[in-house]
């Protein structure tokens, strides 16, 4: 069995830092791109960074220049930082993955995890 745990929320003033932490654990293959998710209250999931297995980024607008994705293929871990954070970052951040496991063959499944609450004050 596999599983995606995110961990790293909090509550933080404006121009602070987090550092979120998705985890994948179980009989893993290996963990294909992987993106972080975040949705505010009353309005969409959005997509805030990707990282592809060879290690492309890709970062929404209003993220660029303050967030950084990164991942350990080691340890099956992807992580967020997040600097200069603004109150408009509050959102429940949501961790994404294709993930490849044997089961009498190999499948790949796309996996989220529960999701870690950010609360940034002004």
């Known amino acids: 069995q596999v599983q995606l745990v995110e961990s790293g929320g909090g509550l933080v003033a404006a121009g602070g830092s987090l550092r979120l932490s998705c985890a994948a654990s179980g009989s893993i293959v290996s963990v294909n791109d992987v993106g972080w998710y975040r949705q505010a209250p009353g309005k969409q999931r959005e997509l805030v960074a990707r990282?592809?297995?060879?290690?492309?980024?890709n970062y929404a607008d209003s993220v660029k220049g303050r967030f950084t994705i990164s991942r350990d293929n080691a340890k099956n871990t992807v992580c967020l930082q997040m600097n200069s954070l603004k109150p408009e970052d509050t959102a429940v951040y949501y961790c994404n993955a294709v993930i490849t496991y044997y089961s009498g063959g190999y499948r790949a499944i796309d996996y989220w995890g529960q999701g870690t609450q950010v609360t940034v004050s002004s």
């Open positions: 990282v592809t297995t060879g290690g492309s980024t």
